[in-house]
């Protein structure tokens, strides 16, 4: 016959079993904190974005990254994302693009107003601005979604200028996609553009014969960076790049900057994604 202090050491494992998912999983949460949807925007099909109201409030620098996640069970299905709001606002805001295979995005896609998921309490990320080396000017390339870090970072200065800051740099906003309606953040930046003598965005689409009525800028990243870079001035001696996005675009951008003799030190990537072999995306978005 089984003791008394055995039976009870059995419930106690059967107990700690059952409930060792559960513990495990409150502890995880320690790192987390509940946010709210509170506005969401769509693009385009597979192009939307959404801004989240946080029970606390997040600190983070402009072109850092916050990890979002939804529980499956007892495991968490997290993703970083890059922030697209400015440490000023309340709210925080990210723009998605839907991959498919990926993890976490095909469900935030179905997620609307009012629904709740779950970020991280710290934000993390090295992709900041660079307020250090004294460089007058700074040139920024992105593809799509690789736009999010760089409009947190021109609304913070956009913020600073407005609250008595005198602008003491010059940015640059190259930016590229398949097709106009995949800029999201046109409207915004190109209306600052227009206002400003220190920040410029040139968008470019790679695809015109499927956006005929497009009047802009033609061609790939690598294709126009050269020629915008040359054509605003930026030396590589007064400038810092930044490249985010697509990595065969950071690739050969880095290229292009080298040969016009940036720095290594003076070229910072954000790459949203790692190619598996032969090319393909892989599931991890």
Known sequence: ???????????????????????????????????????????????WSIRVRPEEKLKFQPGQYATLGIRDGDHMIERPYSIVSSPHEEEIEFFFELVPEGGLTPILHHMGVGETLWMRRQAKGRFAFDDKSGHLNHFLAATVTGVAPFVSIVRNLTGEIRNGRTPNCKLAILHGASRSWEF????????????????????AISRPWEDPSWK?????????????????GFEPKTTTAYLCGHPQMILNAQSILQRRRFQKEFIREEVYWVPEKGGSRPASS
């Open 216 to 232: 802009g800028e033609v061609g790939r990243i690598e294709d126009v960076l050269r020629k915008h870079l040359d054509a605003l």
């Open 184 to 203: 999201a953040y046109r409207e915004e930046l190109q209306a600052l553009s227009n206002d400003s003598s220190w920040f410029r965005y040139v968008p």
């Open 1 to 47: 016959m089984m003791s008394v202090g055995a039976r009870l050491a059995t419930k106690l494992e059967l107990f700690e079993g059952k409930n060792r998912g559960a513990l495990l999983m409150a502890a995880g949460e320690d790192r987390f904190q509940r946010v709210q949807i509170v506005e969401r925007k769509d693009y385009a099909g597979d192009l």
